[in-house]
């Protein structure tokens, strides 16, 4: 794989108003998730429900890769195919999860740094080897009063910087994870402060690790208050502020950013990434795309809640939600249509 390569994949993976879907839950992730729904936290369960999603028709007219967990990569779905057989016969790119998760960040109680370096470029062979083309990493930043550290910031954008460089040395294109959480009850101007700092850190340990820029994508929180703060701005005020500090901050070699949602809702998370499209498309350096989880696998999942005959109206959901994400992308996206049609007829 030539630098040349994974240049044309970055920019496969934001092209054509397409986004990534993150289906990349760790065990311990989806059995949370399965649980509030009272779904049987079973590896059956846990691969029915990645199936039901790669095998939605038509996904591929809205999502251009899906990011794969090392369970689900190891998978066989019903049919005997593996995932990365199924998305490639799909139409879409191959990406997984290579980080190993967060612990406790030395010497900094109560802030987390991401694990997984050591042995890194020998995994990520394997993961060639089943077909995937991008990797992701995600490193996790909170927000309180005396928190994000300094020590914090640097140890997850140097952790960040090497995982990139090592996914481009092994031929995979890195996407560049790090989440500043929503939770808190910090206001929009702190989450921008902190997003710039992390943001700012990551560019500078990826110019000393080597990053070829143009051969990675960036995944980060949008700029929002945080969830208990007293103030919500609206979805133009947050538009402004999280497209001025990636301005501030993201180079413009970069091919493209894909947001997260961070848990906002499918509906909010889509009003911004539209709004961003409408004020800013055509006078940015990179593409504005999405790579979200829950704003796209709810409220599919609820439908399916673990029952086989409700894999058809799941799907549906899902594909409702990746079209909006897709409208967004053009800044056509109209709130007023979102109403999930197929919701009502599931008991
Ligand atoms: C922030 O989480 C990522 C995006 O998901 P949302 O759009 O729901 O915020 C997501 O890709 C995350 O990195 C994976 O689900 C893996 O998380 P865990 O904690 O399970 O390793």
């Known amino acids: 794989m030539t630098t040349n390569d994974l240049v044309g994949i970055a920019q496969a993976m ?30 059956e369960r846990r691969r029915a429900w990645r199936e039901l999603i790669v095998t939605t028709p038509g996904l591929r007219q809205s999502i251009s890769g899906a990011i794969l967990c090392d369970e689900t990569i190891r998978q066989k779905p019903n049919g005997g195919a593996s995932f990365a057989q199924l998305l490639d016969v799909a139409g879409l790119l191959v990406g997984i999860k290579v980080d190993a998760g967060t612990i406790e960040l030395a010497g900094h109680p109560g802030e987390k740094i991401t694990e997984g370096l050591d042995g890194l470029h020998a995994r990520l062979g394997t993961y060639v080897e089943m077909g995937a083309r991008f990797a992701k990493w995600r490193g996790v930043i909170t927000i309180e009063s005396e928190r994000p550290s300094r020590g914090c910031v640097e140890a997850n954008a ?6 990139a460089a090592i996914c481009q040395q092994a031929g995979l294109v890195p996407i560049v994870e790090p989440e500043v959480l929503m939770d808190g009850t910090h206001g929009l101007t702190r989450c921008a402060e902190v997003t710039e700092a992390v943001l700012r850190a990551f560019f500078r340990h990826a110019d000393e690790q080597g990053v070829v820029l143009e051969a990675m994508i960036l995944k980060p929180n949008m700029v929002l208050p945080g969830l208990l703060s007293t103030i919500q701005e609206d979805v133009d005020t947050v538009a402004d502020a999280t497209v001025k500090c990636l301005l501030h901050t993201v180079p413009a070699s970069v091919p493209g950013i894909a947001f997260l949602s961070g848990g906002q809702s499918g509906e909010l998370a889509s009003a911004r990434l539209n709004a961003m499209n409408i004020r800013f498309r055509g006078h940015l350096p990179w593409q504005l795309s999405f790579s979200f989880a829950r704003a796209i696998q709810y409220p599919a999942l609820q439908i399916w809640a673990g029952h086989d005959e409700h894999v058809q109206a799941a799907q549906a959901a899902l594909m409702h939600r990746a079209r909006c994400n897709q409208a967004a992308r053009r800044g056509a996206y109209d709130a007023t249509l979102d109403v999930a049609p197929v919701a009502a007829s599931v008991q």
């Open 14 to 43: 934001v092209a054509d108003d397409k986004g990534l879907l993150a289906i990349d839950e760790s065990i311990g992730s989806c059995n949370r998730r399965f649980a509030a729904l009272g779904i049987p936290q079973t590896a």
């Open 158 to 163: 140097h952790a960040l910087a090497r995982y």
